[in-house]
Structures are given as C-alpha cells and as structure tokens.
C-alpha cells in the first residue's frame, strides 16, 4: 500500500468520481483508476461500487476512507513536525554541563541559545566528567562538557583549554609569590573534587609526579564553597583560571601554577558516530563561536 494510492481513493471519493479526481490531482483518469484498483488488489478487497459515473463505497471502502484520511493527515504532520524541526520551530536538546565552573562559563552561552532558538526544550544535567560520559554513552545526554581523554567512544568539539591556578589561605607563608610549582605546595592541605572529576585523578596524578601524595582536607564539586574554604585557612585548591579568578575574596590569593602544565581541556562530546539534532548542531554552532581555546605554554 502506498501514499499515492491512498490519495487517489480519497479524492475520488471527495470528489464523487474519477474525473474530477484526476483534475485535482493533476493526472490522468486512467492514472487514477489504475492507482485505486492496485489499492483494491493490495487489500484484496472492493472499494467501490461503479455504476456508469457514480460511485458508491462500499463498506470495506468506508473503513479504509476513515482510515486512508487518518493516515494522510499523519503523513501531513510528520512532514510539518520535520520541516519546524529543520528550521528550529520546535526540539529538543539534552545537554549535560560540568560542575565545576558553569556559572562562569555556560551561563550566557545559555542564555544566547535561548535567545536564539526560544522553542528548543533544554534539559540540562551537571555533574562530573565520568557521570556526564556515561549519562552521553547510555544515550540520556545528546551532548555533554568533559575533560576530553581521547577515547573512541565519543566524537568531540574542544571548547576551552583553561590552565589551573593555585588559590592560597591569605596568610599562606607562599601566598605572596607570583607563582609557584605543584611540589612546593607538598606540605598544604589540599581542597578536592568529587570522585566523579576526572580533573581530580589529574590532579592526583601530578601530586605523585612531583613526589608526595596530597593530604587532604575536605572535597566538594562546588567552586564557591571550595574558595570558601581556603578564605576559611582549610587548605589549597586549584581551579582552572576562568573560575579561579572569578572566586577572589578577602583572604584568598591566588598564584599562577609553574610546573606542571596542569589544563582543564573542556570539550563537548556525543557518541562516536552517533546522529545529533539540529538543535545540537545549533548548540555546537554557539560554542564554537565563543570557544575559549588556549595552546598550551
């Protein structure tokens, strides 16, 4: 059964006969009968009764007229539902953003998409790298921010390469310097992030490099309280520098980290391979207008 035999049986049954159908449609009389009796072959059924230029439905006729019309109006509004879609009438986009620093990164690149495509359903989800990789490769998230790791499952756009920055009690004995390497803050207590940061095992990692394992003092996923604690005397945390230098407060230094490079590389990822919207395409489109690249020194 096809679209097009529906449509002649329809319009021959609106317009009371073969000719008028053939004009609507704009074809032939025979093309129209030869179209109706294939869908009468294909049902097995009679459709019609024909007596001279009337026609008659029969009742298998009127079953499929009801149906035939119901499934041409479906045809209809798929047709429109994709046609709003390509022109971002309407969607969705589930997005999944880092914790760690989305007040000042994605705030007004979420704002500028609202503002852009105000009949995009956003459902956003925050959390760490790990959790946002796995909520992308469950298919939950279209996109998500991760600390991007080179791995195959995942197609990627970089967003940002931010360097870390060292923030200090105030009365640090090293908070006055400019900079400072990683192994000098060996006997500091260290303020951490949640399991799920792969910043966090970045971070873990350096420390071993540079000889000592960090003792640490508290953890948490949120900036401000973090920048909070060290204003407090708890201990030392290092952020990437779009948020570090967005979190100065009385009591509170902060340092440009020497050795190592540490970087927080954030870079939008979907499954490898995988089919994106239109509305993450659009998405993909805005960031990388405000992407916020930097080579490492």
Same mark, same amino acid.
């Given at each position: 059964?096809?679209?097009?035999q529906l ?7 609106r317009?009371g ?13 025979s ?20 007596q ?17 019309e119901?499934?041409l ?8 539902e994709?046609?709003?879609l ?5 969607g969705?986009l589930?997005?999944?953003l %880092?914790?760690l620093?989305s007040?000042? +990164?994605?705030?007004?690149?979420f !704002?500028?998409? *609202?503002r $852009?495509? &105000? ?9 760490g790298s790990?959790?946002?990789?796995q909520?992308?490769?469950?298919g ?33 004995p ?8 990683l ?6 207590p ?13 971070l873990l990692?350096?420390?071993r490099q540079a ?13 401000d309280f973090?920048a ?11 952020? %990437? ?5 967005? +979190?100065l407060?009385?009591g509170? !230094?902060?340092l *440009?980290? $020497?050795e &190592?490079?540490?970087r927080w ?24 207008e ?7 020194a």
């Open positions: 059964m096809e679209f097009k449509r002649s049986f329809v319009a021959v049954v317009q006969g073969f000719t008028q159908a053939a004009k609507v449609l704009y074809a032939s009389q093309a129209v009968s030869k179209q109706v009796a294939q869908l009468e072959q294909r049902l097995g059924v009679q459709l019609l009764e024909r001279g230029p009337q026609i008659r439905l029969t009742d298998a006729g009127a079953v499929v007229l009801r149906r035939a119901e499934m109006r479906l045809q209809q509004e798929l047709h429109s994709l046609d709003d390509s022109q971002m009438a309407r969705e589930r997005l999944g %880092p914790l620093g007040d000042a +990164l994605f705030a007004s690149l !704002a500028e998409y *609202r $852009r495509y &105000p009949n995009i359903a956003v459902h956003l989800q925050e959390g790990k959790s946002i990789e909520l992308v490769l469950s939950e998230l279209e996109l998500g921010g991760s600390l991007t790791q080179g791995d195959p499952a995942f197609d990627l756009q970089p967003f940002c390469n931010e360097p870390l920055e060292v923030l200090l009690p105030s009365a640090h090293l908070a006055g310097l400019a900079d400072i390497a192994a000098q803050l060996a006997d500091t260290f303020l951490l992030y949640q399991q799920s940061f792969i910043l966090n095992d970045r990692q350096a420390c000889g000592f394992t960090p003792r640490e003092a508290g953890r948490s996923g949120q900036a973090l909070a604690l060290v204003a407090a005397g708890q201990g030392t945390v290092l952020l %990437p520098r779009v948020v570090a230098r967005g +979190l407060r009385p509170v !230094a902060c *440009r980290l $020497r &190592p490079d540490l590389d954030i870079a939008f990822i979907w499954r490898s391979g995988a089919y994106l919207s239109r509305a993450a395409q659009a998405w993909l489109e805005l960031i990388k405000s992407s916020l690249l930097e080579e490492p």
